[in-house]
């Protein structure tokens, strides 16, 4: 099996710790466990032994996980995973086969696109509109489906345009999963980053074949505890877990630790409440300096530290990219590694005065093309 190159994971994996100002970053300034922890739960985790512990996921943690999407879910109805990457891997290798087809949102995190044509999986691209306010167009993916189509995956909040889906469309996109008996995979990892503060619909239990895959990485600001989350029927689950014994087996027994103690209640909404104040603050200041750039035309994002801007100018969007690393030290990402070309995507998650450094190189980089 000769696997696809996956261009924008590829690139910040060699780059984004060799640049002065990492803009390609799609979450939120990583928290402290002095931030999160009691100076108890601090002394407890230094006496804590290194089991390997549950497979699956503690049942504290995955109970955690289940009352975020509402009393219908158990701890039977959670897996937890190595980030929302290992869930997405998990449901492509668990429910589809060579020969299947996928419909697949693009722009997007292309994960899921290349790993499925990796399998001998057909992804047949529904796209997303600008004009459209970053929705896509129902009629456009009635046509899509087919007898061979296996599952429709979404993105919401979407990346890399910040958009949240509009409940008449998703409402649409279950309707015709349960219609043709297709999987309804969504990526829900930036929801909690609603820049209004309010969580938008989950696809959670919408079908009896909906699988929702999240994580702590973006909107929480714990990328570092590599905390990821399955949430589908105890079928779905079973198969995804058996899975699992062969890729990570299990998540780091701290992370577990960690995790169940910061999901109770009122810590996540101390979290997310944090992880809005930021965000408010990061975008206004990048949607200001964004108005002296006629250059880029920036769309102003529901959720997600991200926001996705039009470059207006004759150059694609990987040479672009390409010269501000490699001149200015400044690592964006390229439009075209989400699926769409003539597009940059910033991130605006890491410390004010960080991104601001980065802004102020890139309008160095944009004075050369008015020289």
Known sequence: MKFEQFEL??????????????????????????????????????????????????????????????????????????????????????????????I?????????????????????ILPIRQELGWQWDPDELHNLINAKTKMIAVCNPNN?????????????????????????????????????????????????KTIVNAGLSKAYSLPGLRMGWSVGSESYIERAWSFHDFTVINVAYLSDWVASRI??????????DRTKN??????????????DFPELTFSRPDAAAITFAKLNLPIGCEDFIFHL????????????????????RFGYGTPTDYVMGGLEKIAQYLKEFSE
């Open 104 to 124: 697949y949102m693009v722009p997007n995190y292309l994960q899921i696109f290349h790993l499925a044509r990796s399998f001998g999986i057909k992804v047949n």
């Open 9 to 102: 994971e590829r690139n910040q994996s060699l780059f984004e710790n060799e640049v002065d100002f990492n803009l390609s970053e799609s979450g939120v300034h990583p928290l402290k466990l002095s931030e999160i922890l009691t100076e108890e739960e601090q002394r407890e985790i230094l006496h804590t032994e290194l089991f390997y512990g549950y497979t699956n996921g503690t049942p504290e943690l995955r109970q955690r996980v289940a009352d975020i999407y509402g009393n219908q879910f158990s701890k039977e109805n959670v897996l937890i995973t190595s980030g929302s990457a290992e869930a997405n891997f998990l449901s492509v290798m668990t429910q589809l086969d060579s020969g299947d087809e996928i």
């Open 278 to 291: 930021h965000l408010n603050h990061n975008l206004e200041m990048l949607l200001k300096w964004g108005k």
């Open 263 to 272: 999901l109770e209640n009122s810590r996540r909404k101390a979290i997310l």
């Open 325 to 344: 690393r490699d001149n200015y030290s400044v690592l964006l990402t390229a439009g075209k590694w989400h699926g769409l070309e003539g597009y940059i």
């Open 160 to 208: 890399p345009t910040g958009a949240v889906m509009s409940s008449e469309i998703m409402d649409r996109v279950i309707a015709l999963a349960e219609d043709r008996d297709c999987w309804l995979l969504s990526d829900e990892v930036y929801r909690g980053a609603e820049l209004d503060g309010v969580e938008c619909r989950s696809f959670a239990g919408a079908t009896d």
